[in-house]
């Protein structure tokens, strides 16, 4: 068939992804070969990620920049994400070409003592970095203490094994893709943690135009995951929002009345818990609904929070 070149991070997780996607071409009869891709994001580790990919902190694309410039110069033909890291907004000259199969996009929570959030004691170290989780933690139990916590899954966990943390909180999709679910005590509800925009979802990121990749891998395409996904990063959008903003969404395929409709859940918080604001709506369309659940927001005051976060210059949309 062809010669198919994948650019992919290099960690444990992000080669797992990449050898996924390579091991499905091949089963078409392409000869793949993965490039591994060191990004400014992995090689910055002494800052947390709620100052990256944000205005005031580093870019946005700290996951996927050089992954897209080997794209652009030709030395791969296609790139694999995660998701709920590449910025909503696509730079010209790419395309997403297919969005995989989701696998749950909630968190979960690891633990080696305890089963549940409500079961940890008062004070216990929760690591994460994540502004999001951080946010929606803060606001069932203000009495835990938030730890910053960065590294691969092994790393996080081996953190977790040591006892450095009573707790940690990583990506439900993650942990079942390595097969590393032996500390995952729950799933928790998206009612209670609200998803990343995105998670649990692989991007096939090609150049645009380049007609013959994008039939190699239309097959890939999943229409729910490619549904639900837009929906969530319209709302990401529409907010002004990166991947490290305390924002969540969460948006399932649902039935009424016979016909299939899409259903989102979303939050935008304020990192220490103090104000949570939700909005839920069903729709048939995803990147409208998306936009107008997260003007929504911005208009219940999530635009306030959002500016006390990051300041006055972080650009948040007025709401129409």
């Not at 891709?37 to 992995?42: F, L």
């Not at 949570?276 to 936009?291: F, I, N, Q, T, Y």
Request: a negative charge.
């Amino acid at each position: 068939m062809s010669r198919l070149r994948v650019g992919s991070r290099g960690s444990q997780l992000a080669l797992w992804q990449a050898n996924h996607i390579a091991s499905l071409l091949r089963q078409r009869g392409h000869e793949v070969e993965i490039e591994i891709i060191h990004t400014t994001g992995d090689k910055i580790t002494d800052v947390p990620l709620a100052k990256v990919g944000v205005k005031g902190g580093l870019e946005k694309g700290i996951f996927t920049k050089e992954i897209e410039e080997a794209l652009a110069a030709g030395g791969i033909d296609l790139a694999v994400h995660s998701l709920k890291d590449l910025p909503t907004e696509v730079p010209a000259g790419f395309e997403i070409a297919a969005i995989t199969k989701r696998e749950d996009p909630r968190d979960a929570f690891c633990s080696r003592l305890y089963s549940t959030i409500e079961d940890l004691p008062p004070g216990a170290r929760v690591g994460t970095s994540s502004l999001r989780r951080q946010a929606q933690l803060k606001a069932i139990r203000p009495d835990l203490d938030i730890h910053p916590l960065r590294g691969n899954v092994d790393t996080r966990l081996r953190k977790l094994e040591q006892g450095e943390y009573a707790a940690v909180i990583l990506a439900s999709a993650g942990l079942k893709r390595l097969g590393k679910t032996d500390l995952m005590k729950q799933v928790i509800p998206a009612e209670i943690m609200c998803p990343a925009a995105g998670q649990g979802a692989l991007a096939i990121e090609i150049r645009r135009g380049d007609d013959a990749t994008r039939q190699h891998v239309a097959f890939l395409d999943d229409a729910n995951a490619r549904a639900t996904t837009s929906c969530e990063r319209a709302l990401l959008s529409s907010m002004g929002g990166g991947c490290q903003v305390p924002i969540g969404a969460f948006a399932e395929a649902r039935e009424v009345n016979g016909t299939m409709n899409l259903h989102l859940d979303a939050i935008v918080a304020h990192p220490d818990g103090s104000k949570v604001l939700r909005e839920s709506r069903d729709g048939d369309d995803p990147e409208k609904l998306g936009a107008d659940v997260g003007h929504t927001l911005l208009r219940r005051g999530g635009d306030a929070i959002l500016e006390e976060v990051y300041g006055k210059d972080f650009g948040v949309p007025s709401p129409p």
